[in-house]
C-alpha cells in the first residue's frame, strides 16, 4: 500500500509540473495561448457541425419532418470557423463582458459598504476596500488584453505549487500513515 501511494504521489508531482508549465505559458504568451483555445474550440465545433450534417443524409427518411440536423450542423460549422478566424475579437468581447461584470459587482458592493455604515455596522470598511478592489481589477480585466488568460495562468501555476508542495510533504509521511 504504501509503494501505491507513493506512485499516487509522484503522479500528482508530474501533474503538478505539466500544470505549472501550462500556467506559465499563459502568463508569458497569452496571445498564443488565446489563438490555441480559438482552434481547438472552432474545431470541436466543425466537427460536432460535421457530424450533425452527416447524421442527417444519414438518417433522411427515418426522421420526423421537424428534425433539424443539418440546420445546427452548418450553423456549429460556421460558429467553428467565425471562432477560429476570429479569436482575439471573441477574447475581446468575452474579456469585456466579464470586466464590466465584476465593475457591477464592485459597484454594487460599494453601494452596500455605504448603507451598512448608515446602521453602524464595523464591517462597512471592509466591504468598501473590497469593492474597490473589484472595481480596479475590472478595469484591469476590461482594459488589459490578455488580462483572462494572465488571471487563468497565475491561478494555474499557484495551484500546481501548492500541489506540489502537498504531494512532496504527502510522500515524505506516507510511512507515518501506516
Known amino acids: 500500500m504504501e509503494k501505491f501511494l507513493k506512485k499516487a504521489g509522484w503522479t500528482s508531482v508530474i501533474t503538478s509540473l505539466i500544470f505549472?508549465?501550462?500556467?506559465?505559458?499563459?502568463?508569458?504568451?497569452?496571445?498564443t495561448t488565446m489563438i490555441f483555445i480559438s482552434t481547438i474550440l472552432g474545431i470541436f465545433f466543425i466537427v460536432v457541425g460535421v457530424i450533425?450534417?452527416?447524421n442527417y443524409f444519414i438518417s433522411k427518411g427515418n426522421s420526423t419532418l421537424f428534425?433539424?440536423?443539418?440546420?445546427?450542423?452548418?450553423?456549429?460549422?460556421?460558429i467553428g470557423l467565425v471562432t477560429?478566424?476570429?479569436?482575439?475579437?471573441?477574447?475581446?468581447?468575452?474579456?469585456?463582458?466579464?470586466?464590466?461584470?465584476?465593475?457591477y459587482s464592485g459597484f454594487t458592493r460599494f453601494s452596500l459598504s455605504f448603507r451598512l455604515k448608515n446602521v453602524n455596522d464595523k464591517l462597512w470598511a471592509i466591504v468598501l476596500s473590497l469593492a474597490v478592489l473589484m472595481i480596479v481589477g475590472g478595469l484591469y480585466v476590461t482594459f488589459y488584453p490578455g488580462a483572462l488568460?494572465?488571471?487563468?495562468?497565475?491561478i494555474i501555476l499557484v495551484y500546481a505549487i501548492m500541489d506540489l508542495i502537498e504531494s512532496f510533504i504527502f510522500m515524505k509521511n506516507v510511512k507515518d500513515i501506516f
Open 20 to 31: 505549472s508549465i501550462i500556467g506559465l505559458v499563459m502568463i508569458y504568451n497569452p496571445e
Open 52 to 54: 450533425k450534417v452527416i
Open 67 to 78: 428534425t433539424n440536423d443539418i440546420a445546427w450542423g452548418l450553423i456549429a460549422i460556421i
Open 84 to 103: 477560429m478566424v476570429y479569436s482575439s475579437t471573441i477574447e475581446s468581447i468575452f474579456r469585456i463582458m466579464i470586466g464590466v461584470w465584476i465593475i
Open 149 to 154: 488568460i494572465v488571471t487563468l495562468g497565475v
